[in-house]
C-alpha cells in the first residue's frame, strides 16, 4: 500500500470552475500535511500547509484535513490556466522522524 | 540571493565520470536533503542531513555520496553512474523545530547520464 496516495489524473476543469484534489495516506501517525504545485520542468512550490482537522483557506485555495478518515484535499476555486500543474500531497510523520511522504501527483489541466 | 540555490541546472555526463552538484540554503535552516525525481514517479528521499550529520540514508547506491560541510551547503558527489540515474535532483531544506518543518525546495538539477 502507498504511504501517500492520490490520482494521477489528468485531472481536467474549465476555467472559472473548482477543481478538487484528493489525498490519501496510510500512517494514522501522521500529523502535518502539505500541498505543493510543480510545474513542468520545475520545482515544487508550497502552496498550503494543515495540521488541525478542518477546512484552511488561502486565497483561492482551501486545503481540507479530516484525520479520521485520513483523507486531505485541495480545492482551488475559480481555476486559471495558470494553474495548470502537477499537484503534490505530503504527509510528515514523527514515528518517521518527520520525514515527509510525498504522493506521486495529480495533473491538473485547466481548459480555457 | 534567497531561498535554496542549485548549482548546475543541467548536467550531461558519461558513466565513468566524476561530477558533483551542489545546494545552498540562504534561509538559515537546520536541516538539507537530497531528493531523487524521475519522470511519473513519487519524489524519493535519499539523504537527509540535520545540524550537518546525516541522519537518514534511504538504500542509495554508493555511486551517490553527499557531503553537508556546514548547515548552509549540501552536495551530492556522483560517480560511475548509470543511465537510469537520469533524473531531475532536488535539494531542500527545513527548519526542524516542532511542526514547523516545511520543506522548502531548491529549483533542481536535471541530470542525463549517457
Known amino acids: 500500500q502507498k504511504e501517500v496516495e492520490q490520482n494521477s489524473g489528468p485531472l481536467s476543469v474549465p476555467e472559472g470552475a473548482i477543481a478538487s484534489l484528493n489525498c490519501t495516506y496510510s500512517?494514522?501517525?501522521?500529523?502535518?500535511f502539505f500541498w505543493y504545485r510543480q510545474y513542468s520542468g520545475k520545482s515544487p512550490e508550497l502552496i498550503m500547509s494543515i495540521y488541525s482537522n478542518g477546512d484552511k483557506e488561502d486565497g483561492r485555495f482551501t486545503a481540507q484535513l479530516n484525520k479520521a478518515s485520513q483523507y486531505v484535499s485541495l480545492l482551488i476555486r475559480d481555476s486559471q490556466p495558470s494553474d495548470s500543474a502537477t499537484y503534490l500531497c505530503?504527509?510528515?510523520?514523527?514515528?518517521?522522524?518527520?520525514?515527509?511522504?510525498f504522493g506521486q501527483g495529480t495533473e491538473l489541466s485547466v481548459k480555457p | 540571493e534567497t531561498g535554496v540555490t542549485q548549482t548546475p541546472r543541467h548536467l550531461v555526463m558519461g558513466m565513468t565520470n566524476k561530477k558533483s552538484l551542489k545546494c545552498e540554503q540562504h534561509l538559515g535552516h537546520n536541516a538539507m536533503y537530497w531528493y531523487k525525481q524521475s519522470a511519473k514517479k513519487p519524489l524519493e528521499l535519499m539523504f537527509v542531513y540535520s545540524l550537518e550529520e546525516r541522519v537518514e540514508n534511504n538504500s542509495v547506491p554508493s555511486r551517490f555520496s553527499p557531503e553537508c560541510p556546514n548547515s548552509s551547503h549540501l552536495f551530492l558527489h556522483l560517480h560511475t553512474l548509470q543511465p537510469e540515474d537520469s533524473a531531475l535532483y532536488l535539494c531542500a531544506s527545513s527548519q526542524t523545530s516542532g511542526r514547523t518543518d516545511t520543506q522548502y525546495f531548491g529549483p533542481g538539477t536535471r541530470l542525463t547520464v549517457l
Open positions: 500512517d494514522r501517525g501522521s500529523q502535518s
Open positions: 505530503a504527509a510528515t510523520s514523527y514515528n518517521q522522524g518527520g520525514k515527509l511522504i
